[in-house]
C-alpha cells in the first residue's frame, strides 16, 4: 500500500493541530463547540457516578433540559435510574440546565468494562491456625463448628493429613444433607 502525503502551502503551524482545521468553517467549528460540550458535561455526570460505573455510558445528546445518554448494559441502567437524581442535582451544581435524563440500552456498545480489582489473599499462618483451633474447642457443635474444623483440617500440613474422627455434629450434618436421621450403632449380642 502507498501512502502519499500532501503538503499545504502556507504557514505550517497554522493548522497543524489535529483540531486546528475544525475552527476554520462554521460547520466544523459548531460540531467541535458540541463535541467539547458532551465531553464536559460527561465528566459533570462522570463525578457524581460511582468508579465501576464511569465507563459504561457515553452522551448521546442534549436537548433543552433533557440528557439523553447510551448504556451498555441494562443493569447499568437500571443502577443508574436509581442514583438518576443525585447526577441530575450535581449536574445543576455545575451549573448545567437538567431536568430529566433518558437511558437507551445498546448492547453492542464496544465500552470496556472497568477490571475486578485483584483479589487480595494471604496463606494462614501458625498463629491464625492457633487462633481457629481455639476457636474450634470453644464452639458449640453445629454447622460453624463443622466449618472450622473442615477448615483446620485443609490447612494442615500433607504429611500429618489424617481423616479426622467424625463427631456427632458432623453425623447428624452429613445425615440432614441425605435426608436420613442418624442411628445408633445396634447393640451387639454375642451367643455364648
Known amino acids: 500500500m502507498v501512502t502519499t502525503v500532501r503538503r499545504t502551502t502556507g504557514n505550517p503551524t497554522k493548522g497543524s493541530h489535529l483540531l486546528g482545521w475544525l475552527g476554520h468553517d462554521a460547520q466544523t467549528a459548531s460540531v467541535l463547540a458540541t463535541a467539547q460540550r458532551y465531553l464536559k458535561l460527561r ?37 443508574f435510574r436509581q442514583i438518576a437524581p443525585r447526577v441530575i442535582a450535581h ?25 475486578k480489582p485483584a483479589k487480595e489473599a ?12 481455639d476457636l474450634n474447642r470453644q464452639l458449640r457443635p453445629g454447622p ?15 504429611l500429618a493429613k489424617e481423616p479426622a474422627p467424625a463427631t456427632h455434629a458432623t453425623q447428624t450434618t452429613l445425615a440432614s444433607t441425605h435426608g436420613e436421621t442418624p442411628e445408633a450403632p445396634a447393640p451387639q ?4
Open 43 to 79: 465528566a459533570v455526570v462522570c463525578e457524581a457516578l460511582p468508579p465501576t460505573m464511569r465507563d459504561s455510558f457515553e452522551v448521546l445528546k442534549i436537548e433543552q433540559d433533557t440528557l439523553t445518554l447510551m448504556a451498555s448494559n441494562a443493569a447499568f441502567a437500571a443502577k
Open 91 to 115: 449536574a445543576q451544581a455545575a451549573g448545567w440546565n437538567l431536568a430529566e435524563i433518558k437511558l437507551r440500552v445498546h448492547g453492542g456498545l464496544r465500552i470496556p468494562v472497568a477490571p
Open 189 to 192: 449380642t454375642h451367643k455364648t
Open 144 to 158: 460453624l463448628a463443622d466449618a472450622v474444623a473442615r477448615l483446620l483440617a485443609h490447612h494442615q500440613p500433607t
Open 122 to 133: 494471604r496463606a494462614l499462618d501458625k498463629q491464625d491456625l492457633q487462633t481457629f483451633e
